[in-house]
């Protein structure tokens, strides 16, 4: 199931041991690690040099140092978004705009999961478009954010040289072990050898099965 923005963006108030590293594309700004746990990491205004991003078939690359976390991607066609509350529906404020539906991964290190914008179909995507995306990370112990604004285009593909790092938990370029999905809401593409250290994602997950990662104790709005 989908979840609201203001479900969503409230979480268990607590100190974040672990985080994630947004490798491609390119964030807003260098890692803040004491930002991370607010909107885009602690930058609220969009860049002006965009990274020039696939409006189909594109890939984000993250370092996570996690052995298991939950990750989303919701994205804005505000030219400068500011907020959460620039990310959601143009008729529903209370509901993001997903371009990767919440799904569970295992494994530590860099991981390339599949981004097919235009599949999404939210409205205003299209080749040209200024859009801004915004990664929500879950290891368990707090929610994380970082932002990427990006230029959406249909006749660029992944920089071999942006992913060429990336591998799954079997230590296999995902390049050479997967095949990308083509939607936002689909299974992840698994790789190949042991299913125990296999890259692993499940279908968007449960209200409770959220719940049950960033604790029930006290919530606190960003």
Avoid: K
């Avoid at 409006?55 to 991607?73: A, C, D, K, M, Q």
């Avoid at 200024?130 to 990006?150: H, K, M, P, R, S």
């Amino acid at each position: 199931m989908r979840f609201t923005a203001a479900l969503i963006f409230s979480g268990l108030a607590a100190v974040v041991s672990a985080h994630f590293q947004l490798q491609y594309p390119a964030p807003r700004g260098p890692f803040v690690e004491d930002s991370e746990p607010t909107f885009c990491d602690g930058y609220n205004n969009a860049v002006s040099n965009r990274t020039t991003f696939p409006l189909t078939n594109g890939v984000i690359e993250l370092n996570s140092e996690h052995p298991s976390w939950t990750i989303g991607v919701i994205i804005s066609t505000a030219q400068n978004p500011t907020a959460q509350d620039n990310f959601t529906t143009p008729s529903n404020s209370s509901a993001f705009q997903y371009v990767m539906e919440y799904n569970r991964q295992s494994g530590e290190g860099l991981y390339c999961l599949p981004l097919d914008i235009e599949a999404a179909g939210v409205s205003g995507i299209q080749d040209g478009s200024n859009v801004t995306i915004e990664i929500i990370f879950d290891g368990g112990d707090g929610t994380l954010y970082q932002c990427a604004d990006l230029t959406l285009s249909s006749s660029v593909s992944v920089p071999s040289n942006a992913t060429s790092s990336c591998t799954n938990a079997t230590n296999v370029p995902i390049g050479t072990s997967t095949s990308a999905s083509s939607t936002a809401s689909s299974t992840a593409p698994a790789s190949s050898g042991s299913s125990s250290a296999a890259l692993s994602i499940t279908m968007p997950m449960g209200l409770s099965g959220l719940l049950g990662l960033v604790g029930v104790a006290a919530f606190a709005a960003l």
